[in-house]
């Protein structure tokens, strides 16, 4: 059974940083696909970063050059680093997981929701101006 569990959310100002961790069990995250996800207030879930087995990534056009994401593949753990954090990244932030792909290793780094099939809980992230 997979299990996704997030951590590190926070309340920061705006132009603050925040570093999330994502740990998976039951899933190889060096052979798998995954992403980050965010859901403000009123608003459908959308993709934040992603990142396939070989470490290729794809960021939203709103994150680009502020977050990253990286895995490590030896502690099967997958981390945003969010930095120059504005009040519209205000959210709830979900770690995701691809469950299946054609092939030995997962190659997407799409930031579709239906993509991915597994899901944390959430951590929530505030940013106040």
């Known amino acids: 059974q997979v299990q996704l569990v997030e951590s590190g959310g926070g309340s920061v100002q705006a132009g603050g940083s925040l570093r999330l961790s994502c740990v998976a069990s039951?899933?190889?995250?060096?052979?798998?696909?995954m992403g980050w996800f965010r859901q403000a207030q009123g608003k459908e879930r959308e993709g934040v970063a992603a990142?396939?087995?070989?470490?290729?990534?794809n960021y939203a056009e709103s994150v680009k050059g502020r977050f990253t994401i990286t895995k490590d593949n030896a502690k099967n753990s997958l981390y945003l680093q969010a930095n120059s954090l504005k009040p519209e990244d205000t959210a709830m932030y979900y770690c995701?997981?691809?469950?299946?792909?054609?092939?030995?290793?997962?190659?997407?780094?799409?930031?579709?929701?239906?993509?991915?099939?597994?899901w944390g809980q959430g951590t929530q992230v505030t940013v106040s101006s």
């Open positions: 990142i396939n087995s070989g470490g290729r990534t």
């Open positions: 995701a997981a691809v469950a299946r792909w054609f092939g030995y290793n997962c190659t997407t780094t799409d930031l579709r929701v239906a993509d991915y099939h597994y």
């Open positions: 039951g899933y190889m995250s060096k052979r798998g696909c």
